[in-house]
């Protein structure tokens, strides 16, 4: 076991505070990592603020972080695909049984006894699971993936979540060149979304409920974008849309959205909202319209995603902070003020 420095937070209303934390010695499949850059998703709002409280309560002290993006500083005597001194990153999951039939069909994101970066039990060290808003972490081989060289290393970090989280529905509902696609909200997710729907060639619509998002919106890859609150700038495309994929944070209509939908169209929900959110069933009877969820990605899809993002050059829009202003980068993100993803710059860490 050993020391590392962190930022925490002890209760859901309290600010972020410096932190020392335990680290288990990297083991024989282990791979220890310096932290470079952490993504700030708003997943870690939630949970820092136990905002998910019915789902997966958070344990206090809470270290968020699951967008880490480093370099291997050691490796246990079994490891292969790593050496030091390699760029290594690390998403949402840490550990997973390896054998139920979700981790064999690479849907490690499924299994029962996965183990999520941060605020899940700890098997190795007492109490929970501590993420990446930290200069240090040591993770199991197979759940970290491999950074492709050409890609700038804070843009790289939220691919992590927000770029596995938008890919993995795209792909699986076969966005290609053809389909009109929609990306509801533009924050993190949302631009990755974006992003990732124009360099598979859709025509991609965003909806957005904030007028100060459209000239970039279109910059990122938009070839239409609607204010979500203009219920006729909405209408004029009833009925017209292949997919939609969902990142609102907070409670929406989701109605208006599937009104959009044309026969068997798609809206996939990413956003993860606390409250229950109402549907309309009719709107999914006419025009046989379906309604799905998605969590992340598995570690194969993820390895897939990086090199997709290398090969199209692709890294997420950051704005790089220090760690002593995360607070304020979470009120940001309440105020949907965020273009496009706060990337932590983790060298802040050595001052305190
Ligand atoms: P974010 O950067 O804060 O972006 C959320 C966007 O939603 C905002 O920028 C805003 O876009 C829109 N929005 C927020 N409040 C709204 C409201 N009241 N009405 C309408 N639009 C609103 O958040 P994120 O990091 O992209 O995460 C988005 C959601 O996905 C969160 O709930 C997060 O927990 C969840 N998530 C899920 C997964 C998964 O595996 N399913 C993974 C990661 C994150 P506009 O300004 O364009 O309207
Ligand atoms: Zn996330």
Not at 37 to 63: E, I, K
Not at 324 to 345: G, H, P, T
Request: hydrophobic share 40%.
């Amino acid at each position: 076991m050993y020391s590392a420095k962190a930022y925490s937070v002890s209760s859901a209303t309290s600010p972020f505070l410096p932190a020392t934390i335990d680290r288990r010695d990297p083991g024989a499949d282990d791979v220890q990592i310096e932290i470079l850059f952490c993504g700030v998703c708003h997943s870690d709002l939630h949970q820092a603020r136990n905002q998910w409280s019915g789902v997966m309560p958070t344990v206090y002290p809470c270290v968020p972080g699951h967008e880490i993006v480093g370099r291997i500083t050691k490796v246990g005597s079994r490891v292969t695909k790593f050496k030091i001194g390699d760029l290594a990153a690390v998403g949402c999951m840490v550990d997973s049984d390896g054998v139920c039939p979700e981790c064999k069909a690479g849907f490690e994101q499924f299994c029962a006894n996965g183990v999520f970066t941060y605020n899940s039990p700890d098997k190795h060290l007492s109490g929970v699971t501590y993420g990446g808003y930290s200069d240090s972490i040591v993770v199991k081989e197979h759940f970290v993936l491999r950074v492709p060289g050409n890609l700038d290393l804070a843009g790289a970090a939220p691919l992590l979540c927000a770029g596995i989280t938008t890919y993995s529905p795209l792909r699986r509902h076969a966005v290609s060149k053809g389909k009109k696609v929609g990306v509801a909200g533009l924050g993190g997710l949302g631009h990755m979304g974006v992003k990732f729907a124009h360099a598979l060639g859709a025509h991609t619509v965003v909806f957005t409920s904030s007028p100060g998002k459209i000239e970039d919106a279109r910059r990122l890859g938009a070839d239409e974008v609607v204010l979500s609150n203009d219920a006729n700038a909405m209408a004029k495309h009833a009925g017209s849309f292949d997919f939609i994929l969902d990142t609102v944070s907070a409670p929406h209509d989701l109605n208006s959205y599937i009104h959009l939908l044309a026969r068997d169209g798609n809206i996939t929900m990413v956003g993860a909202p606390e409250q229950p959110l109402p549907v309309n069933i009719f709107g999914l009877l006419f025009r046989r319209r379906s309604f799905s969820g998605s969590l992340i990605g598995g570690i194969a899809e993820t390895q897939e995603m990086l090199d997709f993002c290398s090969q199209h050059n692709i890294v997420s829009d950051v704005e790089v902070i220090p760690i002593q202003k995360i607070d304020e980068a979470y009120e940001r993100l309440l105020r949907s003020d965020v273009k496009y993803r706060f990337s932590i710059d983790m060298a802040s860490l050595k001052s305190e």
